[in-house]
């Protein structure tokens, strides 16, 4: 359900969505319905599963840090370097871009950037 979830600039929304999916699914492992009224930490505990927005942070990190550790001649970094200041956008809100979910995550963590030249930490 999160395959390739590291490349995507989630919002709160979706994150919603799939927790509400993997409660679904949680649930139904166990034999439960919302009918039985069993509160989600309940069920989380009893089945051994993290928040869906532990592991959605922990594979964006994993990824940043891959592609930081990658030579600045590689295609995946050379995007990071492209410049799209002349390209007009629409109205409205700008979209949520994935540095910026990088960003957030870093500091729900308390976690510098320069950490990911060494994988161990």
Request: with cysteine; net charge positive.
């Amino acid at each position: 359900m999160i395959y390739g979830a590291e490349c995507w600039p989630a919002k709160k929304k979706h994150t919603n969505k799939i927790n509400v999916a993997e409660m679904r699914m949680l649930r139904w492992m166990c034999g439960y319905t919302r009918k039985d009224r069993m509160k989600n930490e309940y069920i989380r505990k009893k089945v051994g599963v993290a928040l869906i927005e532990d592991k959605l942070r922990e594979s964006r990190l994993r990824w940043f840090g891959h592609l930081n550790r990658r030579p600045i001649e590689a295609p995946v970094r050379k995007i990071e370097l492209l410049d799209f200041a002349h390209v007009q956008r629409g109205r409205g809100r700008p979209k949520k871009t994935w540095q910026e979910t990088i960003r957030s995550d870093l500091s729900y963590l308390n976690l510098d950037k320069n950490l990911v030249t060494d994988r161990a930490q």
